[in-house]
């Protein structure tokens, strides 16, 4: 109380003082203009007793010289009204004070600093927002034992503030007792998180193919929150409602979502951006139901190829939600054979024969729906012959998940072809082994014959003796040889 009086008697001195130095300045103003009964405008005092012959005559209505003019009424509550607005709202111009405005969580510590450059030794003041003292000096006043000095000297004042509340947000003020007092303030702004995170589903179970609807709620937050919706990794977008409560703000958001088989447990998060948490977000799991998925799987014969005399054995597999109840097994173009063995997802032949041809269809059904899948069967005759083990070919067929056999014929296309290739590379091989013996016979036959029919013709000394050596040799015909060469 006696710093607060002491503050009143300061600022009543300086009203008075600017009061004195206008009433001195509007007198000064009106020795320069007035007029003295009997002379004209104002001069020297050495300036001649009585008016110059013709002078004008002063005016009536013009009070003397030294007597002040009143202000006009208006002009008076005019500077009634701006002195009293100066005295209730700080000067701004903080010559020597430094302030920093604080934003702080509710509940926990802010902490109000008075700052002073040039510090002369000035009395600091820290008023609250209802200007009440919370510190003169190193003195609380204030009865409010949350308000705890920090620090004191003769160039700052700083105080903290704990467990803040929304009721403490607003303006401080720093005051300077200088000569004239400075005054300053600095804004303390309270963040409020969201009270509570909540997702809310329009229903809770969803069946495939059809939209769910889900609504994030974000309650009572300072200021409004930022809702985000995400599903693995992809960011989707709700609409975004607001409401405001006094001070606070409850933000809902609301996202339409097409559920797939695919999305059943999967997470979808709601995330809130708020500058007074971080991370934080609530998840909603996903509980699609969808009709049953069925498969048949070929367990016997190991190879694709089914023959008499195999055993068959196939496997239904089955996957919905919910689980389906219903397995069974049917044939579609005609009836089931005695020999065939059904039990639960799995059919069962032990021996084939032709007459097992046709197309076995597997059924489930849940509460969804129904689907099945389809295996057509075809029985070929047994194999003969073994292939030799060096011209023994191994084909890799993948597995498909269809029900046709078309696979299997062209498998089967594919072997006959390697057999008969293999057949004709061995006509092909032994042809061109004949023709080359034939070459090779008929070549030898080709030489020279030599006939020994004048032998001994050329030892004779004449001609007389030439032809009777000739002579000689045609009676000896037996001597006649001929060469093979």
Same mark, same amino acid.
């Given at each position: 109380?006696?710093?607060?009086?002491?503050?009143?008697?300061?600022?009543?001195?300086?009203?008075?003082?600017?009061?004195?130095?206008?009433?001195?300045?509007?007198?000064?103003?009106?020795?320069?203009?007035? !007029?003295?009964?009997?002379?004209?405008?104002?001069?020297?005092?050495?300036?001649?007793?009585?008016?110059?012959?013709?002078?004008?005559?002063?005016?009536?209505?013009?009070?003397?010289?030294?007597?002040?003019?009143?202000?006009?009424?208006?002009?008076?509550?005019?500077?009634?009204?701006?002195?009293?607005?100066?005295?209730?709202?700080?000067?701004?111009?903080?010559?020597?004070?430094?302030?920093?405005?604080?934003?702080?969580?509710?509940?926990?510590?802010?902490?109000?600093?008075?700052?002073?450059?040039?510090?002369?030794?000035?009395?600091?003041?820290?008023?609250?927002?209802?200007?009440?003292?919370?510190?003169?000096?190193?003195?609380?006043?204030?009865?409010?034992?949350?308000?705890?000095?920090?620090?004191?000297?003769?160039?700052?004042?700083?105080?903290?503030?704990?467990?803040?509340?929304?009721?403490?947000?607003?303006?401080?003020?720093?005051?300077?007792?200088?000569?004239?007092?400075?005054?300053?303030?600095?804004?303390?702004?309270?963040?409020?998180?969201?009270?509570?995170?909540?997702?809310?589903?329009?229903?809770?179970?969803?069946?495939?193919?059809?939209?769910?609807?889900?609504?994030?709620?974000?309650?009572?937050?300072?200021?409004?929150?930022?809702?985000?919706?995400?599903?693995?990794?992809?960011?989707?977008?709700?609409?975004?409602?607001?409401?405001?409560?006094?001070?606070?703000?409850?933000?809902?958001?609301?996202?339409?979502?097409?559920?797939?088989?695919?999305?059943?447990?999967?997470?979808?998060?709601?995330?809130?951006?708020?500058?007074?948490?971080?991370?934080?977000?609530?998840? !909603?799991?996903?509980?699609?139901?969808?009709?049953?998925?069925?498969?048949?799987?070929?367990?016997?014969?190991?190879?694709?190829?089914?023959?008499?005399?195999?055993?068959?054995?196939?496997?239904?597999?089955?996957?919905?939600?919910?689980?389906?109840?219903?397995?069974?097994?049917?044939?579609?173009?005609?009836?089931?054979?005695?020999?065939?063995?059904?039990?639960?997802?799995?059919?069962?032949?032990?021996?084939?024969?032709?007459?097992?041809?046709?197309?076995?269809?597997?059924?489930?059904?849940?509460?969804?729906?129904?689907?099945?899948?389809?295996?057509?069967? !075809?029985?070929?005759?047994?194999?003969?012959?073994?292939?030799?083990?060096?011209?023994?070919?191994?084909?890799?067929?993948?597995?498909?998940?269809?029900?046709?056999?078309?696979?299997?014929?062209?498998?089967?296309?594919?072997?006959?072809?390697?057999?008969?290739?293999?057949?004709?590379?061995?006509?092909?091989?032994?042809?061109?082994?004949?023709?080359?013996?034939?070459?090779?016979?008929?070549?030898?036959?080709?030489?020279?014959?030599?006939?020994?029919?004048?032998?001994?013709?050329?030892?004779?000394?004449?001609?007389?003796?030439?032809?009777?050596?000739?002579?000689?040799?045609?009676?000896?015909?037996?001597?006649?040889?001929?060469?093979?060469?």
């Amino acid at each position: 109380m006696a710093s607060r009086s002491r503050s009143r008697t300061r600022t009543q001195e300086e009203r008075e003082r600017r009061r004195q130095q206008q009433q001195q300045q509007q007198h000064h103003q009106q020795q320069h203009h007035c !007029y003295q009964p009997g002379l004209g405008p104002s001069a020297p005092s050495s300036s001649s007793s009585s008016p110059p012959l013709g002078s004008p005559s002063p005016p009536a209505a013009s009070p003397p010289c030294g007597a002040l003019t009143p202000p006009s009424p208006s002009l008076v509550l005019l500077l009634l009204a701006a002195a009293a607005a100066a005295s209730l709202l700080p000067t701004g111009d903080g010559q020597n004070l430094v302030t920093e405005d604080v934003t702080v969580v509710e509940g926990e510590v802010a902490t109000i600093s008075c700052k002073v450059r040039n510090s002369d030794d000035s009395v600091i003041q820290l008023l609250n927002p209802n200007r009440q003292t919370i510190y003169f000096r190193d003195f609380r006043p204030l009865k409010d034992s949350r308000f705890q000095l920090v620090n004191f000297s003769s160039s700052e004042l700083r105080v903290s503030l704990t467990n803040v509340s929304i009721s403490d947000e607003g303006r401080y003020f720093c005051q300077l007792y200088t000569d004239p007092p400075q005054e300053y303030f600095m804004t303390i702004t309270v963040l409020v998180p969201p009270r509570n995170l909540r997702i809310e589903a329009q229903k809770e179970t969803t069946v495939e193919g059809e939209e769910i609807e889900l609504n994030c709620t974000s309650l009572a937050s300072r200021p409004p929150t930022v809702i985000r919706w995400f599903k693995g990794n992809k960011e989707l977008f709700g609409k975004t409602e607001e409401e405001q409560w006094s001070d606070m703000f409850t933000v809902t958001s609301r996202l339409s979502l097409k559920v797939k088989r695919e999305d059943d447990g999967v997470a979808v998060v709601c995330q809130v951006d708020h500058p007074a948490v971080k991370d934080l977000q609530t998840k !909603y799991y996903l509980d699609v139901m969808y009709k049953p998925e069925v498969q048949v799987l070929q367990n016997s014969p190991a190879q694709p190829l089914t023959r008499e005399g195999d055993l068959l054995d196939l496997l239904c597999q089955v996957k919905g939600k919910p689980e389906p109840t219903d397995v069974s097994w049917l044939r579609v173009d005609d009836e089931m054979p005695q020999h065939v063995i059904v039990s639960g997802s799995n059919l069962h032949i032990n021996s084939l024969n032709k007459s097992d041809n046709g197309t076995y269809r597997c059924k489930a059904s849940n509460e969804v729906g129904m689907s099945f899948s389809d295996y057509t069967l !075809y029985v070929y005759d047994p194999p003969t012959t073994l292939p030799p083990p060096t011209t023994t070919t191994t084909t890799t067929i993948p597995a498909t998940t269809t029900d046709s056999r078309a696979g299997e014929e062209s498998a089967i296309t594919a072997v006959d072809h390697a057999v008969i290739g293999g057949v004709v590379a061995v006509v092909v091989f032994a042809m061109l082994c004949l023709l080359i013996i034939l070459g090779r016979y008929f070549a030898r036959h080709k030489g020279t014959y030599f006939t020994h029919e004048a032998k001994g013709a050329d030892d004779a000394a004449d001609a007389d003796t030439a032809i009777i050596n000739a002579e000689g040799g045609q009676n000896n015909s037996e001597e006649k040889k001929e060469y093979f060469i």
